[in-house]
């Protein structure tokens, strides 16, 4: 005869609740590790410039100011133009580089590819041996002669040998060759086969290279740096950038400087750049965390 299963709860063994009690404390003690700067830059935008100087940054603002907002946005018509121009980078490039990215994996992770494994080594060895910037810079500057234009600040940076590593990886763990076969009997072609049979499996993988690219674009200011002759084709970070060394060198090289330069708050400006800089990834990355942590698993465990 049976017994009767019984409601009660297994005991958790003494080993596990001191394991969990380790466990929760070093993750809170790196959650709060990690907020804490964020805290500090939100609360040092909103505090006046004065105290920052005198007694430091705090975690709530000593004498809230708005003053480094709205010295940032004294002009908003051209900090607008340069979050214009930062979202039109950061969507067209991470979006042409997706399909790239993408499609370039496919071709090299299929096996009747015959020569996948030159290619890929060829990828490879770009990330250890490079021409180095001045040709890279010649290149789109003097031969194809693209300074100066929107284009080549988000081309360059399209793909990567890393990405293209990284994609081929997701591909064939999630893709088995036996699917793809089984299409191409069935009359599917390769592109048809990408489409529909390789891309709707990919959401995690596109998430993670996604993310990758977007924050390469939001956050870069070196191509502009390089390539920009027009203030209307800055990025967010070269504009701020670029605010920032005016307002430091016009405190440097000013004699008997008047009250209006004295006034400029070097300081909390820079809290101010961080929060507008930081604030949309920030309002766009919770969306695509859950693919995220999903994509840098894949592969991790075979069986």
Known sequence: MQKEKTGSKIKPSTSNIVFNILAYSLVAIVSIVCVLPFLLVVSGSFTDNGVIVREGYSLW??????????????????ILQAYKMTIYYTVVGTAVGLFMTTMTAYVVSRKEFKYRNIVTFMMYFTTIFGGGMIPWYLLYANVLNLKGTAFVIWFPGITSSFLVILM?????????????????????????????????????????VGLFLALGYWNDWYRSSLFSTNANTY?????????????????????????????????????????????????????????????????????
């Open 235 to 303: 990025e967010l970070q070269f504009y701020l950038y670029n605010m920032l060394s005016s307002t430091t060198a016009l405190k440097d090289l000013a004699v008997g400087a008047t009250a209006q330069i004295e006034s400029i708050p070097g300081q909390s400006m820079k809290m101010a750049m961080a929060v507008i800089v930081t604030g949309p990834v920030l309002l766009f990355y919770p969306f695509v965390q859950r693919y995220f942590v999903s994509g840098i698993t894949v592969g991790a465990v075979k069986g």
């Open 168 to 208: 081929r990886t997701f591909i064939q763990s999630s893709v088995p060759d036996a699917i793809a076969e089984s299409a191409k009997i069935d009359g599917a072609g390769p592109f048809t086969i990408f489409i529909r049979i390789v891309l709707p499996v990919l959401k995690p993988g596109l998430a993670t």
């Open 61 to 78: 603002p000593k004498v809230f100011s708005l003053e480094a907002y709205k010295v940032i946005f004294k002009n908003p018509a051209s």
